[in-house]
């Protein structure tokens, strides 16, 4: 966005609170701080700050606007939406940390992490070679997309690079498999889709991501993508077109083990004697509409008590790792953080175990405080644990 149009947006903005507090509290920094500062008028605030001079651009300023997680749920509510053809103020807070980037006033860890988009093709400045470790021990043999020209392309996307969720592609890889997908993977060929980038404010960078994938996609006819993180999902849905990259066909992965199920194709006969809730991550159900497959897996695993949490469907909470969360940790105004925030939500839910279907919700909730005996799963790791008891 341009200065002028974020300066000419956020005067649309009435400070009705609806976005954040009204009714209940919607928005997870508001909630993780606890002042107003921290939600979508507030950043406006401080934006409107800046372009009057009475607040200066720095990375201590930069603090509000990129605490957010760009969970979407204040664009689900706000009344002045329907003025703007975009996510508003969703967006906007996008806009806004644009000029922050462009300024070159960001918090280190920030621009530790776009340097490293840029310079490794990934956030944590890993050598690609990472992106096939968790083959290693996965035990099915994973076909190499750029020789055998696979009817899916899975995207294995950062599940790859975060450790903790080695056990998503191998659980994914494993299923798609046993139910007879023709499906290959990039490989350490594989450069991260620029979701995050764009998120924190770098559309320039997002740009440079996004035409590195969409050469090589063109090349390969990648026609029928299967992604495995919810951010991957959204760019390729609503991003890439934009660019000229239209697939025949964007999943997650949720949505192709759920049919697999239904066909009959995976038999997950095995009981799991437990009490299991579902996060919804942002970006797969509020973006994107996708709220029953990755349910539909877990109710049709014998012996699961399904229940669901509070704040669940297009009201529900986040994990704390979207919108660059991941690599960017403000704590020192934090009342409590996001991530225990959930874990507690599903406690008052009386699971034992909460299932989820994006590898931030799994790294940040397996990171949170307050566990005790619940644990934190993927959806495909559930599913994989109750086929493989019944073989
Ligand atoms: S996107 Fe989410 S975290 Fe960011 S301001 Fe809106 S409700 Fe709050
Ligand atoms: S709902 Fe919209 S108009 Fe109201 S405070 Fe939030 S951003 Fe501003």
Redesign the pocket.
């Known amino acids: 966005m341009r200065t002028f149009e974020v300066e000419r947006a956020i005067q649309s903005c009435v400070k009705c609170t609806i ?2 507090k009204s009714l209940f509290e ?5 909630e993780e701080f606890g002042i107003p500062p921290f ?2 008028p507030g ?1 406006f605030y401080l934006a409107d700050g800046i372009a009057s001079r009475y607040v200066k651009m720095s990375p201590e300023t930069a603090t509000v606007p990129f605490a ?7 664009s689900k509510r706000c009344i002045s939406g329907d003025l703007f053809n975009y996510d508003y ?2 967006e906007l ?1 996008e806009g806004i940390r644009e000029q922050f980037v462009e300024a070159g006033e960001l918090p280190e860890k920030i621009t530790e992490a776009l340097t490293n988009f840029a310079t490794s093709g990934n956030a944590w400045r890993l050598p690609n070679s990472k992106r096939v470790e968790w083959e290693k021990d996965s035990r099915v043999t994973v076909p190499d997309y750029a020789k055998e020209q696979n009817e899916y392309l899975l995207f294995i996307g950062d599940a790859s690079l975060i450790e903790e969720t080695h056990i998503m592609p191998k659980a994914i890889a494993k299923l798609l498999r046993k139910g007879g997908v023709d499906f290959g993977t990039l490989k350490e060929g594989e450069v991260d889709s620029g979701n995050e980038a764009r998120e924190l404010g770098e559309s320039g960078l997002f740009e440079e991501l996004a035409r590195v994938n969409i050469e090589t996609f063109k090349r390969l006819q990648v026609k029928k993508i299967i992604t495995i993180s919810p951010h991957d999902y959204n760019t390729f849905c609503n991003d890439y077109p934009k660019l000229g990259m239209k697939f025949e066909k964007v999943y997650h992965y949720t949505e192709i083990i759920s049919d697999l199920i239904k066909e009959g194709k995976i038999e997950i006969s095995g009981e799991i004697p437990k009490t299991v809730t579902f996060e919804d991550p942002c970006h797969l159900g509020r973006y994107n509409g996708i709220y029953e497959a990755p349910r539909e897996i877990i109710k049709a695993i014998p012996g699961v008590k399904f229940v669901e949490m509070q704040r669940n469907f297009d009201e529900s909470f ?1 994990c704390g790792g979207g ?1 660059g969360r991941m690599w960017y940790d403000p704590d020192t105004y934090r009342k409590q953080r996001i991530s225990d925030i959930r874990v507690r939500h599903a406690k008052e839910a009386g699971a034992d175990i909460i299932a989820t279907a994006c590898p931030y919700c799994l790294s940040m909730l397996k990171g949170a405080g307050n566990l005790g005996d619940i644990s934190v799963k993927d959806v495909g790791e559930l599913a994989m644990e109750s086929m493989s008891m019944s073989q």
């Open positions: 976005c954040y919607i928005c997870p920094i508001y939600s979508p950043i957010c997680n760009m969970c979407g749920a204040c103020p969703t807070i986040c919108g």
